[in-house]
């Protein structure tokens, strides 16, 4: 059987896996059976040859007629497989060999643990002392720059938007640009592809890799815009790649290249004449995170300008798609937003208006019970309007 894992190595002379009578596995990290291992080959599949599946060594009593709960087991492992950590074993997403095993993303900054010489992202593998492949201890990590400009090179030829190196061949371009990446058991849209990678390292915490996927995705959707023009779809791609690269430097702490990148999210949202749902909240979303990042400086006036921009973005939403109670949740987030703006501007009645026309709008919201989701949101709002509405209450009954 031909192995399907690209990690699969072919087995050396002296290796009893070369034996015509023992399947390949499918596992990268697989081993071949010990020649002093005669009970566990017998066990075993060829499902489960990976070295973290439950089998027992000739050495192991675990085989024993008069230990019924160790052969359960055994035979239970030789039933469902090992698992393997690239997903060679089951039918889920397989991490290619250009990945990192944590972070599950394309590899960058690779990084080489030394002795065990198993490759992660530099910033995903810092945070341990022991290899989590092999659980050897890491004595010291070494930078592995041939592996990182192979994914390199394949970032540059198969999933960017625009090719480096292109034909200056219109027709031939835009076929180029047409094709889809196909990697492992993914086969997906250029651009999708490297935001797909990013947000993968975004989720892992692995935040320098999923800015430099995004400012890829950024530059190649700007030459774009550059030659077809301000097209509507090239806009609305380009604010939301802003808005998450601005939510990933938010992250790192980088507040004044957050603000930035959320106020190019915003220029180019608001120039589509035309707003979907998707992009109305969107832009409602780049201008709050904009507001909320001036409130933590203490710019409460700024903070508040961005927060009414919000809230006029999604009231105007509201009215054209009043059948969707979502938009009413939104609308009632930003008005708690600009009240407490309002509320430590000093503006206390206009905090009291805000907050009130808030629980207004909640309390006659009926939801439907398929949506327990927006339900506990509405609560979960409601909940602290109310509350505030009552410090507010209480402060002016003391005064």
């Given amino acids: 059987m031909t192995p399907v894992c690209p990690f699969v190595k072919s087995a050396r002379p002296d290796d009893a896996s070369s034996r015509k009578h023992q ?18 080959r017998k066990q075993q599949s060829s499902e489960s040859s990976c070295p973290f599946s ?42 290619g060999p250009l990945s990192c095993m944590i972070c599950q993303a394309l590899l960058f900054e690779c990084s080489r643990c030394v002795p065990c010489s198993h490759i992660f992202c530099k910033a995903c593998i810092s945070r341990f002392n022991d290899c989590p492949l092999c659980g050897a201890d890491i004595e010291k990590i070494e930078a ?32 180029s ?18 935001i797909q990678q990013a947000m993968r390292a975004f989720r892992a915490q692995n935040i320098e890799s999923a800015k430099s996927r995004l400012t890829i995705c950024v530059e190649d959707i700007r030459d774009q815009l550059e030659r077809a023009g ?3 779809e090239l806009c609305s791609q380009l604010g ?24 190019e999210s ?25 507001g909320d990042l001036k409130y933590y400086e203490g710019d409460l006036q700024a903070a508040r300008s961005y927060y009414q921009q919000s809230l006029n973005v999604r009231q105007d939403a509201s009215k054209h798609h009043s059948e969707d109670p979502s938009q009413i949740l939104d609308v009632a987030v930003s008005l708690a937003k600009v009240a407490d703006v ?52 209480k402060a002016t009954q003391s005064s």
């Fill in 23 to 40: 399947p390949e596995s499918a596992c990268p990290f697989a081993k071949s059976g010990r020649s002093d291992d005669a009970s566990s």
């Fill in 230 to 232: 301000n097209s509507s």
């Fill in 266 to 290: 915003v220029e180019f949202l608001s120039k589509l004449p035309e707003k979907t749902r998707e992009v109305t909240h969107t832009l409602s979303v780049s201008l709050n995170k904009i």
């Fill in 342 to 393: 309002d509320s430590g501007l000093g503006n206390e009645d206009m905090a009291v208006n805000g907050f009130e026309e808030g629980i207004k709008l909640l309390e006659s919201l009926t939801l439907n019970s398929e949506n327990p989701g927006l339900e506990q949101r509405r609560q979960s709002v409601l909940k602290f309007l109310e509350g505030q509405l009552a410090e507010r209450q």
């Fill in 177 to 194: 640009e047409s094709k889809v990446v196909i990697y492992e058991d993914l086969s997906m849209e250029r651009g999708a592809f490297l």
């Fill in 144 to 175: 592995h720059a041939d592996l990182q400009a192979t994914v390199d090179r394949f970032i540059e030829g198969h999933a960017r938007i625009k090719r480096s190196q292109m034909n200056s061949d219109k027709e031939q371009e835009e076929v």
């Fill in 54 to 95: 439950k089998s027992a060594r000739s050495d192991d009593g675990s085989l024993k007629k008069d230990q019924p709960e160790a052969e359960k087991d055994v035979a239970d492992a030789a039933k469902t497989g090992g698992k393997c950590p690239f997903g060679y074993d089951s039918q889920t997403f397989k991490i």
């Fill in 240 to 263: 939301a790649v802003l808005g998450t690269l601005g939510d990933c430097c938010r992250a790192a702490g980088d507040a004044s290249s957050a603000i930035k990148h959320f106020e």
